[in-house]
């Protein structure tokens, strides 16, 4: 008994083609924080080629030190099925600068329903931030007392 599944190959191939090209990064952990996915757009953001990180504990290898904790307790729990939306936190680039990377971390199952990992859907808010930064040192600025001759 045989089934032609070309056309299911076909969308698999599709699919991991849309992530690899989305213009957000796009990275994903199996169930012992390995990565086992990492799109163009997380290369072109911390500068790290897929091929670099694949295999690579996320957190112990990309997080900054004071931040291990709350983003692996974001993937703990995504890996209960208990997903997490807008969560901030830092990467450490392959320059050793800080990106700060808005997160969706969603959890991931196999076709019989299992969880296998965890997916995270960034968004780079590094300049927003500054930019928010910069406001407030202005307001600061234009609100502190002038002192007169």
């Known amino acids: 008994i045989g089934q032609d599944i070309t056309a299911r190959i076909a969308q698999e191939q599709e699919y991991a083609r849309l992530i690899d090209t989305a213009n ?32 690579k504990h996320l957190v112990s290898e990309f997080i900054l030190n004071d931040f291990h904790a709350s983003v692996q307790e974001v993937f703990d729990k995504a890996l209960k099925g208990d997903e997490t939306a807008n969560f901030q936190f830092p990467l450490e680039t392959k320059g050793g600068a800080r990106v700060e990377i808005l997160l969706n971390a969603t959890t991931r199952r196999d076709v019989e329903g299992h969880i296998i990992g965890v997916v995270g859907i960034g968004q780079d808010i590094t300049a927003r931030i500054a930019q928010e930064e910069e406001y407030s040192r202005l307001i600061d600025t234009a609100n502190a007392p002038i002192f007169g001759v």
């Open 24 to 55: 957000a990064p796009i990275f994903g952990v199996d169930v012992d924080g390995n990565v086992n996915v990492w799109n163009q757009n997380a290369s072109a953001v911390v500068g790290f080629t897929s091929k670099e990180t694949m295999g």
